[in-house]
């Protein structure tokens, strides 16, 4: 079991967890690769494992151990020094007042016909 991918679509990280569902108990439980018993389950990555969600009334339990810090590695972002002043890179762009004075009205506009139609029909006009 230790070579096993998850089961997930597009997911390429190996199984930390496998998740053995009972249908007749209205159960689930998410169990520890290293804890398998050789029933057959969906084995899961640690991400995914931690999504499961099980549908309204059944219950589900975790029995893996807690995640370890050393398993999660950060993300490495490369960060180019080249540019020092980047605060010009992220500014939003300004909105004219014609601009705000247009969408306003736009908001406080005419009721198009077939909305006013319904509105007369249930007798809200």
Do not use: Y
Request: aromatic fraction near 4%; glycine fraction near 6%; hydrophobic fraction near 40%.
């Amino acid at each position: 079991m230790r070579g096993k991918f998850c089961a997930r679509v597009c997911c390429d990280k190996r199984a930390t967890a496998i998740l053995l569902i009972n249908a007749q108990d209205l159960s689930a439980q998410i169990v520890g690769i290293q804890e398998d018993t050789g029933i057959a389950g969906v084995p899961l990555c640690r991400a995914h494992a931690d999504a499961i969600v099980v549908p309204l009334g059944w219950t589900l339990s975790d029995s893996r151990p807690p995640a370890d810090e050393t398993e999660f590695e950060p993300e490495l972002v490369l960060i180019d020094d080249a540019s020092t002043d980047s605060s010009d890179d992220f500014r939003l762009p300004e909105m004219e007042d014609e601009v705000e004075d247009d969408l306003e009205d736009a908001a406080v506009g005419e009721v198009p016909s077939l909305l006013s139609r319904a509105f007369r029909a249930a007798g809200l006009d």
